[in-house]
């Protein structure tokens, strides 16, 4: 039998005939000088060094044409057949750059790796624009320039538009920067509105003419705002008041004040105005309410609210006729919630010269014995043993539209339920410690 040689295998013989081929064409480029030309696309424009230069003049490269330009190549064969637009550097030669202004500057490249035998032939295109000055930042108030809107009259109060944020900071060349004269937000709305409007806007800028400029070379902190312009409804509200030291059962309905402005319109957000029933005033202290007694109360309305007809404070005037008033002395004096293990009772015996308020045929049949004085021991702020001038509340029970003006005290002995005080039991302790000191 025949033995079969390596060189009989087919696979084999494609193999050797490939690697053979491979080295033989390395062999003959590595050896050969042969050029070739070739054209790259997309290569950026390298601006990295240029603001270290430039700010040695006191310049700042305000802003440049950056396009991506093609640069052609000449090289070796083996040198160039991988080259990409990563390998080759573009920048432009600012040597000749010593003022401010627009400069048309020559591009120049290189190829990023120094041993490769690749020279730049053309860059295309050959040249950029670039503009140099000082830089300079001014800060403006945003205005809004809104036209075309409108809100029912009868029913609807427009406010003053706002604007969020309220201003923009712009900065660029000191030419440039110098010809901006305002900043706003613009928009014929062309609406009738009847509940507040929202929108944001591109901010634009104006020179003094009211002309907007092309700013390319100027950067801002924001670009746009939003605008507000607060649609409110109308209503008209009445004013209302409490009352305050009532005494018990005492017919607070049945008196009569002259308001100056019994009833007030305001203006408020369209959502919550219907469910807005009445101003609270304030409170009437029944213990000052005298016969030609004028209180002023400051009118208060909710956050967002407006008093169309800027009534700032409105006057209560105690209608008094048929009124008069009267002193008393009075010498019933109740003490009430009395706390556990104490008894109490009054020291004052009578409470001079209280003065009533009432009708005058009710004030007039009074007698001392239907005024009431009463301690609530539950109000005071402590209980402790001993004599305590507290505070007393005046009623005329049973007697209608009849109170007391003014403040009273009386004086109240509060005892222990043994019926000895904090004061007695320290007198009787201190007349043991002198017995006992006398003895020694």
């Known amino acids: 039998m025949k033995k079969q040689s390596i060189f009989d295998n087919r696979t084999f013989l494609i193999v050797v005939s490939l690697v053979m081929a ?12 042969d050029t070739k030309g070739k054209t790259i696309e997309g290569v950026t ?36 057949g991988n080259l990409k637009a990563s390998d080759i550097v573009v920048y432009p030669d600012i040597s000749k750059v010593t003022t401010a202004g627009v400069h048309t500057v020559t591009l120049r490249g290189e190829i990023r790796d120094g041993n490769k035998n690749i020279t730049v032939q053309e860059i295309s295109p050959s040249s950029v624009q670039i503009k140099f000055d000082s830089l300079q930042t001014k800060t403006l108030n945003i205005k809004a320039q809104l036209s075309g809107y409108s809100a029912p009259v009868e029913d609807y109060l427009i406010r003053d538009v706002s604007v969020t944020p309220i201003n923009v900071e712009i900065t660029g060349s000191a030419e440039d920067i110098s010809r901006v004269s305002q900043c706003v937000v613009q928009k014929d709305i062309n609406e009738e509105l009847t509940s507040t409007y929202n929108e944001t806007l591109p901010l634009k800028f104006l020179d003094a003419d009211g002309n907007e400029l092309d700013l390319k070379y100027i950067t ?19 004013v209302s008041l409490d009352y305050l030291n009532v005494p018990d059962g005492f017919p607070v309905n049945r008196l009569n004040f002259n308001i ?31 016969i030609g007694e004028v209180e002023s109360f400051e009118v208060k309305l909710p956050t967002g609210f407006v008093n169309t007809q800027n009534i700032q404070n409105v006057l209560v005037q105690f209608d008094s006729e048929g009124m008069v008033k009267k002193g008393f002395n009075v010498e019933n004096i109740v003490i009430q919630n009395v706390p556990l293990n104490y008894r109490a009772q009054a020291t004052t015996s009578e409470i001079n010269n209280v003065q009533i308020v009432g009708p005058k045929e009710i004030v007039d049949s009074l007698l001392a014995g239907d005024i009431v004085a009463t301690v609530d021991l539950n109000e005071s702020s402590s209980i402790t043993s001993g004599q305590i001038e507290l505070p007393v509340k005046i009623s005329v029970p049973k007697k209608g539209l009849v109170w007391a003006v003014g403040d009273y005290k009386a004086i109240v002995l509060i005892q222990d339920a043994d019926g000895e005080t904090q004061a007695e039991q320290t007198m009787a302790t201190d007349s043991t410690a002198d017995s006992e000191a006398e003895n020694k």
Do not use: C
């Open 220 to 238: 801002s902190n924001v670009t746009e705002a939003r605008v507000t312009i607060p649609i409110l409804k109308k209503k008209v509200v009445p």
């Open 45 to 80: 424009i390298d601006m990295q060094d240029v603001d270290e230069s430039i700010n040695k003049l006191g310049l700042s490269m305000i802003s440049t044409e950056q396009p991506k330009v093609s640069v052609k190549v000449e090289g070796v064969i083996y040198d160039i």
């Open 260 to 290: 100056s402005n019994e009833k007030i319109e305001v203006a408020g957000p369209t959502e919550v105005i219907d469910k807005y029933k009445e101003i609270p005033l304030g409170q009437i202290d029944i213990k000052s309410l005298d």
């Open 22 to 33: 491979f080295l033989a064409w390395l062999f003959v480029s590595m050896d050969s000088h």
